[in-house]
């Protein structure tokens, strides 16, 4: 995986490197660092995705648009673009940061897609920048479901146990397996007068979401 590559899964081709490189570079590595791209590739992304809501979903209110677009462009979302785009493998990290596993830290990978964002806005302009956000979150937003936005399945299973007096779930991690790159979490969740179930995913907060709603389907709760 190099920065050709990227420009490949992307759909883009900078014609200034240098904006790519930066937008992969962490403060940690430098003072020429991705912050000011990220600054404005979060303001661009939100933008973008609050359009193309607006437009896709022509009855909902304001309410349900804001929460659909904050499932999209949320941290989790963002470093699940990033592993999908193996960022964590062209992030330039200090010594510090990189010994400490920083190339796989949520935090990081989803800063430096929103700096990947900001970098293509000012290489290519509006239209390349929403080009690629479209290519890169077409899936997602086509299985958006507006009825099920409200609040996910951690919280639901919450809410859930409390209003029954019931103590909270527990979530353990009982398995990592898969190269570094691409790395698959075992979560197992855990609730008093069940069995224990698990859920998987590129990383441990999707590992435990798809727990919680595994667990909320063998209790039989139905979303309301």
């Known amino acids: 995986m190099d920065e050709a590559s990227l420009q490949a899964r992307i759909g883009y081709s900078f014609r200034e490197t240098d904006l790519l490189r930066r937008a992969l570079t962490h403060r940690s ?5 991705n ?11 939100n933008f973008t995705v609050a359009r193309w809501l607006y437009e896709r979903f022509p009855k909902e209110r304001e309410g349900v648009l804001s929460r659909l677009r904050a499932r999209l462009v949320c941290t989790e979302a963002l470093a699940e673009i990033a592993e999908e785009l193996e960022l964590g493998r062209l992030v330039y990290l200090g010594p510090g940061e990189r010994k400490a596993g920083g190339h796989r830290r949520e935090s990081i990978l989803a800063d430096s897609v929103e700096a990947l964002v900001g ?33 996910d399945p951690k919280t639901r299973l919450q809410e ?15 398995e990592t397996v898969g190269a ?40 039989g709760v139905e979303y309301e």
């Open 180 to 219: 570094e790159h691409q790395r698959l979490f075992y979560i197992e969740c855990t609730v008093i007068g069940h069995e224990p179930v698990r859920g998987e995913g590129s990383s441990k907060r999707r590992a435990e979401q798809e727990a919680a709603q595994r667990m909320l389907d063998f209790m």
């Open 119 to 151: 970098a293509v806005l000012l290489d290519g302009g509006v239209e390349a920048m929403q080009s690629m956000v479209y290519r890169l979150w077409e899936s997602r937003v086509t299985n958006l479901d507006p009825r099920s936005v409200n609040k």
């Open 35 to 45: 912050e000011r791209q990220e600054f404005l590739g979060d303001a661009a992304l």
């Open 160 to 174: 859930h146990l409390q209003s029954q007096g019931q103590p909270l779930p527990e979530y353990q991690l009982v």
């Open 29 to 33: 590595a430098g003072t020429q660092n």
